[in-house]
């Protein structure tokens, strides 16, 4: 693959991540749940929790929280800015792509 359709691909990948609110970003990782645990981004005991909240409360604790909810991805921060940068981005890959 030629540098520049590889640039052009992780830009595409980083706008769907980086374009959404963290309730976006929270529903991105509800809706591809397995994917998102497969890749050991996220805990079944994560995914109970958030999916256990109401919206009001989700939007509390994203609000609130420095690092709500998830310990290896945390929602407030751009993909460039992630622990797990390689692992987010084959995840969005896998969604996207």
């Known amino acids: 693959m030629s540098p520049v359709i590889?640039?052009?691909?992780?830009s595409k990948i980083a706008v769907q991540w980086n374009g959404r609110s963290l309730l976006g970003r929270l529903q991105l990782i509800?809706?591809?749940?397995?994917l998102?645990?497969?890749l050991r981004l996220v805990t079944?005991?994560?995914?109970?929790?958030a999916g256990a909240?109401?919206?009001?409360?989700l939007e509390y604790v994203l609000n609130?929280?420095?690092c709500p909810i998830?310990?290896?991805i945390n929602i407030k921060k751009d993909?460039?800015?992630q622990d797990f940068r390689e692992r987010l981005e084959t995840a969005l890959n896998a969604v996207f792509l």
């Open 6 to 10: 590889a640039k052009s691909a992780g």
């Open 30 to 34: 509800i809706e591809n749940s397995e």
């Open 36 to 38: 998102f645990h497969s």
């Open 44 to 49: 079944n005991g994560e995914l109970y929790i």
């Open 53 to 57: 909240m109401s919206q009001s409360g």
């Open 64 to 66: 609130r929280e420095d």
């Open 70 to 72: 998830f310990t290896n």
């Open 79 to 81: 993909i460039e800015e």
